[in-house]
């Protein structure tokens, strides 16, 4: 591959954090900013800037939202209203000059945690994120199922019986109850935490309350998909002694024989992983195409040394 900046950003709903490196993986510069500040302008200039003098290669935008179509446009993104309808890629492509792509940030995390993360290689594969909102990114022969539309993994538009007269919004009933937006009507929800770690019971029924919800989306997506592994990110894992021995055994009784859990590696680090990797595979294929080559799976491999 040439010589070049790989650009990655993760937008989530709270904050987006961005990040450049070369062509092997080390990172030269990064930058944290509260998505609060966000737009596709703001976007733009601050990834302009990490690479300085140094050419954009390949660029990887995770949002929090589902993306969509050719021009791969926001089609959903309740906590970011800013981007909502924009189509990124050719938007970005045209002022970084460089191959964009853009991908729902838990798929991203996914990836990264497929890769490189907990239950390394496992396939079919699930991961579930909690954060602001919540979501699901989904393995299948290593690469990402995305379903017909691009909005697979949706898993907070997960609904029951008592859903059916709920009045339409664009927070799904699943997510509306179990997701950091959720918890945080009750309070901060670090503060949450902590009191039910201490045995406050109302913090100790509303963590519950979450694991129930978290055991349930578990054991729907092992109905649908029977996943070799499902695993447990955003959140979950810096509060794991509260949660994952409760989701677990919600989800065992709700769908006997379901599938095992494991606790993510990366962190808040796996969709930028995530990011990187896919900018480096675009960053290949778009030299080869230039080339007039062909890429091949050693040409699409991405570097095995980032550390965000």
Request: hydrophobic share 45%; proline share 5%; net charge negative.
């Amino acid at each position: 591959m040439r010589s070049g900046a790989l650009l990655a950003a993760d937008i989530g709903g709270t904050r987006a954090r961005l990040l450049a490196a070369d062509a092997n993986g080390g990172i030269f510069a990064r930058h944290t900013m509260a998505s609060r500040e966000f737009d596709v302008s703001r976007l733009t200039s601050e990834l302009a800037l990490l690479a300085g003098d140094v050419k954009p290669q390949a660029v990887c935008v995770g949002v929090a939202g589902v993306v969509s179509g050719y021009e791969w446009v926001v089609t959903v993104a309740p906590n970011l209203p800013s981007i909502e309808a924009v189509a990124l890629k050719p938007f970005l492509e045209e002022r970084l000059d460089a191959p964009v792509a853009v991908e729902n940030d838990v798929n991203l995390a996914a990836m990264g945690e497929h890769t490189s993360g907990a239950g390394e290689g496992a396939s079919p594969r699930a991961l579930i994120s909690l954060g602001t909102g919540l979501g699901a990114g989904i393995i299948i022969g290593g690469s990402l199922f995305r379903g017909a539309h691009d909005g697979a993994g949706e898993i907070g538009l997960l609904s029951s019986v008592g859903d059916i007269f709920r009045q339409p919004s664009s927070v799904g009933p699943l997510e509306s109850r179990i997701s950091g937006a959720a918890l945080e009507q009750h309070g901060d929800p670090c503060e949450i935490f902590e009191q039910a770690r201490a045995g406050e019971s109302a913090a100790r029924e509303i963590v519950d309350s979450v694991a129930d919800g978290l055991g349930l989306a578990v054991a729907n997506l092992f109905a649908l998909l029977e996943p070799e592994l499902v695993v447990l990110g955003g959140w979950i894992p810096k509060e794991q002694d509260l949660l994952v021995e409760r989701i677990q055994r919600v989800a065992s009784r709700l769908a006997p024989g379901s599938t095992p859990i494991a606790v993510a590696k990366l962190d808040d680090n796996a969709a930028l992983l995530g990011a990187l990797s896919i900018a480096y595979q675009v960053a290949n294929t778009s030299f080869l195409e230039s080339s007039g080559r062909s890429s091949s799976p050693a040409a699409a491999s991405s570097p095995s040394d980032a550390q965000p």
